[in-house]
């Protein structure tokens, strides 16, 4: 997805906010992630975006790594260039069709990655390679708003079909954690800029922005249901 300059605002812009949250999912993520890694490990970060994840790897971890990342936004890429420092190789690509030889990395990860291709991702990993996903259930990580807008939803999936989609590519489930936490922003107009900031309702308006700061006018908080998954490239397999 091709972002503008609005939406870059507004995804800066949301990435800055402080939500009350009883367990901050990103942290295990990120720390399951750096749990794996050995130096002389390579790891590529498929819609990296901003290069969040690469960089709060980076700052977890000091083992010697080969860091990678794609995305198919020319914006983001400019973006993760910029904030990683020269510290990984960011490519513009699609993750359907990447530039990578067979057997490249020992890890891949994603992080709200909903078009991931499970075919790609295990051609590119190495035998015994993990993959480590985290994204959002069926909810979209903010249930109480998905309601709302019921049939609207973009690309609104429960966890089984990622599971089912990688088992078909080849893939082991190995670990599957999921949860549903209570997320308490500081304002109603804060949950309308994440909702602007990601393809979430569809053809979503004035009239929409304001049925959302009405039901929330008291209490900004809403319900996430995010889960991490991580799937094994079994041994021997190309």
Do not use: W
Request: charged fraction near 25%.
């Amino acid at each position: 997805m091709q972002y503008d300059n609005k939406t870059l605002v507004i995804r800066d812009y949301v990435a800055n906010f402080k939500v009350e949250q009883g367990i901050d999912v990103n942290t295990l993520f990120i720390l399951l992630i750096t749990q794996h890694l050995n130096d002389g490990s390579t790891l590529l970060d498929v819609g990296t975006g901003n290069g969040f994840v690469l960089s709060q790897i980076l700052q977890n971890s000091d083992k010697q790594v080969q860091f990678f990342g794609i995305d198919n936004s020319s914006e983001m890429v400019k973006l993760a260039v910029k904030n990683l420092a020269n510290k990984a190789k960011i490519t513009e690509a699609n993750i359907g069709d990447m530039p990578f030889d067979d057997c490249s990395f020992d890890i891949v990860t994603a992080k709200n990655v909903t078009r991931i291709d499970a075919t790609e991702i295990f051609r590119v990993l190495k035998g015994n390679g993990i993959f480590i996903f985290r994204e959002y259930g069926y909810g979209k990580g903010m249930i109480e708003i998905a309601e709302m807008f019921s049939g609207r939803i973009i690309r609104q999936r429960k966890p089984d079909y990622y599971k089912e989609l990688l088992c078909n590519a080849g893939f082991k489930i190995f670990k599957f954690d999921e949860y549903e936490i209570a997320r308490k922003y500081n304002s109603a107009q804060e949950l309308v800029s994440v909702v602007k900031s990601f393809p979430f309702v569809e053809n979503f308006a004035e009239a929409d922005e304001k049925m959302v700061l009405e039901k929330f006018a008291k209490d900004a908080t809403i319900t996430s249901d995010p889960f991490i998954l991580v799937a094994i490239k079994p041994k021997g397999d190309r």
